[in-house]
């Protein structure tokens, strides 16, 4: 498949050479070409040579469309799979031997009973001593090397694995509140499964049986009364499951609950402290963390006397065993040495059952976590890969766009319609509600609407290859946040192969050079996560560069004036400017009239539905209009959009 991304090769280093600030050469960029057009018109960009100046969206850089290899996140999956099944089975070798020396010491002691008191042969305890001492290194040896390899492929699957999670994660939270990222939570419960004596007990409990032959061929009545304490405990393993599963379940959902509150919690943490709210956000957090004590208490209390029980059972069974075995020898069927080779035999045959019985909450919880991780990378969308399309030119199609948010009935966007040719502005305006935000989120495609589509150069967003659609669309949201890093980290949307040239041209397109060059560290400005230091106007103006990073050929700016004091607004509609000689598709969501004297168009919209849309003079005067025609109730600010009259039935 051919990468048209890898054409012309440009770029001049990686981040962080110190190019900040400095004037520089960009001339020798070679230029973009294309190599088919997608537009169906055969419109070209206007500026070929200003938008190949650097990489990105329309640029020349091959590295910023490079293809990073398929995302098979449920290849990745079985290759885990397979993994854990290799290294098992290797696991199995070891188990079988470990379990054949554990015979060593009820052998050793059956041959000391019988044989050397009764022979007094000094030679042959040596000999036994020797025998058993090498056995014993052996079995520890052995055992060792098994809890090595389960720890390495703990290890393997937490490297193998963690990376699919967390980008499955970050798809998958589109559609949600974010409460995938706890799969990477589900991860560490597997890893600390692999690791943990309960799966030990599960390897060897396949020779129990082989235990139990041991014992049958001792003495029947024995082996028989080891089969039928194997029974109980296989009963009581079922009860403990049946009367623990659930409450388990429970404490698990609560804890979730809490783990999602305290991540707001510490996402907010300046509010809380601003509104003197730590004790209600403690009391909630405490509320679900309660919740899932007690279930645990309820489930953990059960498990407890599941496991004394099955512990009593297996000692009665050794004392049994004894009593029973004393009986069989007196009358001459067997000899002393065996009874206690049999009871030692049958302690390590039942052991393991009951390591499991107590270890199942361990494995059901595992199992539960392991369910979530595969149905997450099996069920990616990532898992698809996208063909690479050529660089796209901005033509925006919006076809009958509706989004009733799941689990509600309300219409947020009612069928809208819309088109939008490469390098047209447009300013959607519209009262509070009115589904502007949710509109621009869609056009990035970080919603998804219910039906209709968004289509960029007539493909739909859905069925762009992921990491080239975000290289060709900028996004500034209402609700800025940056990354921790430095600032030029920020703009290059913390990517190492962005080049100085990258960021230094989305600065100037976002007309925040000026601004950065102000900052005693200019570039390398770092800022912490809640933004420090930089105040909200220099946030959102970072945040704009950012989106103006690589050139896209759309970006949408979701009122991106809110906290821009005069110059500001300035700078910003200089960036309207260049990013319209750029033949960039921009999209502003606004409630200040400032911006609408920077764009070609401007839709109204009112209750999910457009209301007008037009060249901006023509919507202009149609609102002149009609706030003529409607007597106000009270006087209008004319720097406020949110008119009331806006608000009216639907001319479109
Ligand atoms: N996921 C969702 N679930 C439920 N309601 C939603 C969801 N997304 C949006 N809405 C609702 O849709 C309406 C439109 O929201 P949106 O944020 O798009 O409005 P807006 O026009 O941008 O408003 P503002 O100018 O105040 O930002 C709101 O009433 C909001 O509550």
């Known amino acids: 498949m051919k990468d048209?991304?890898?054409?012309?090769p440009g770029g001049t280093g990686p981040t962080g050479q110190g190019a900040t600030g400095k004037a520089r050469d960009f001339s020798n960029a070679a230029p973009h070409q294309m190599p088919q057009n997608p537009h169906p018109s055969g419109q070209r960009p206007k500026s070929p040579i200003r938008r190949s100046q650097s990489g990105g969206g329309g640029g020349n850089d091959s590295r910023f469309h490079k293809r990073l290899g398929p995302n098979d996140f449920s290849k990745g999956l079985e290759l885990g799979l397979q993994a854990i099944r290799q290294n098992i089975l290797l696991v199995m070798v070891f188990?079988?031997?470990t379990n054949l020396l554990i015979l060593a010491i009820p052998l050793y002691l059956f041959q000391i009973s019988d044989r050397v008191l009764t022979s007094r042969s000094m030679d042959t305890l040596v000999m036994l001593t020797t025998l058993i001492v090498g056995a014993v290194l052996l079995q520890a040896v052995l055992d060792a090397v098994r809890r090595?390899?389960?720890?390495r492929t703990a290890v393997e699957i937490a490297a193998q694995l963690g990376n699919p999670i967390l980008s499955a994660a970050a798809r998958a939270s589109l559609h949600s509140n974010g409460r995938e990222?706890?799969?990477?939570?589900?991860?560490?419960?597997?890893?600390?499964?692999?690791v943990s004596g309960t799966l030990l007990s599960f390897l060897d409990i396949p020779f129990t049986p082989f235990f139990l032959l041991a014992i049958y061929l001792v003495h029947p009545h024995l082996g028989l009364i080891v089969m039928a304490t194997a029974l109980v405990l296989f009963v009581i393993a079922l009860i403990n499951q049946k009367i623990t599963s659930r409450s388990f379940a429970e404490a698990n959902q609560h804890q979730s609950r809490a783990n999602l509150h305290l991540d707001s919690m510490s996402r907010n943490s300046q509010i809380i402290n601003a509104l003197a709210m730590?004790?209600?956000?403690?009391?909630i957090w405490g509320q679900d963390t309660a919740r899932s004590l007690k279930s645990q208490v309820k489930a953990q209390d059960r498990n407890i006397i599941t496991a004394s029980c099955s512990r009593a059972v297996r000692l009665l069974t050794q004392i049994g065993m004894l009593g029973w075995g004393a009986s069989l020898?007196?009358?001459?069927?067997?000899?002393?040495g065996m009874v206690i080779a049999a009871s030692i035999i049958a302690g390590r045959a039942l052991a393991p059952v009951e390591g499991a019985i107590e270890g199942w909450n361990h494995f059901l919880l595992s199992r539960a976590a392991y369910g979530r991780i595969a149905t997450l990378l099996r069920s990616s969308p990532l898992n698809r890969d996208r063909l690479i399309l050529p660089h796209p030119e901005g033509r925006l199609d919006v076809e009958r766009l509706l989004f009733v948010p799941p689990g509600t009935k309300r219409v947020v966007l009612n069928g809208l319609s819309f088109t939008l040719s490469p390098g047209d502005s447009l300013a959607i305006i519209g009262n509070s509600g009115?589904?502007?935000?949710?509109?621009?989120?869609?056009?990035?495609?970080?919603?998804?609407?219910?039906?209709?589509?968004?289509?960029?150069?007539?493909?739909?967003?859905r069925n762009w290859d992921q990491r080239q659609l975000g290289s060709n669309v900028g996004y500034l949201p209402q609700d800025v946040q940056l990354f921790p890093g430095t600032i030029k980290q920020n703009i290059a949307r913390m990517r190492e192969d962005a080049t100085d040239e990258q960021i230094h041209t989305a600065a100037v397109l976002a007309d925040v050079h000026e601004m950065i060059a102000s900052f005693p560290e200019g570039y390398e400005t770092m800022v912490a996560a809640d933004g420090t230091p930089l105040s909200g106007g220099q946030k959102q103006r970072i945040a704009l560069a950012r989106a103006f990073f690589g050139e896209p050929r759309l970006v949408v700016l979701d009122e991106p004036n809110s906290n821009l004091d005069a110059a500001g607004d300035m700078a910003l509609a200089r960036a309207l400017t260049h990013a319209k000689s750029h033949d960039m598709t921009v999209v502003v969501v606004t409630q200040k009239p400032s911006l609408l004297g920077s764009v070609d168009k401007i839709m109204l919209m009112a209750d999910g539905n457009i209301a007008m849309f037009g060249q901006r003079q023509q919507?202009?005067?149609?609102?002149?209009?009609?706030?003529?025609?409607t007597p106000a109730p009270a006087p209008q600010s004319n720097q406020n959009l949110q008119n009331p009259n806006l608000n009216g039935p639907a001319p479109a």
Not at 4 to 8: A, D, I, R, V
Not at 185 to 191: I, P
């Open 4 to 8: 048209y991304g890898t054409e012309n």
């Open 619 to 629: 919507v202009l005067a149609q609102l002149e209009q009609r706030r003529r025609s």
């Open 181 to 194: 990222y706890q799969t990477l939570g589900d991860l560490q419960q597997l890893r600390s499964f692999l």
């Open 95 to 97: 188990t079988c031997a």
């Open 148 to 151: 090595f390899i389960l720890m």
């Open 278 to 283: 730590i004790p209600e956000a403690v009391s």
């Open 434 to 461: 009115a589904g502007k935000t949710t509109l621009g989120k869609m056009l990035v495609g970080s919603v998804l609407p219910t039906s209709g589509a968004v289509r960029l150069d007539l493909m739909d967003l």
């Open 329 to 336: 020898a007196i009358n001459g069927e067997i000899t002393g």
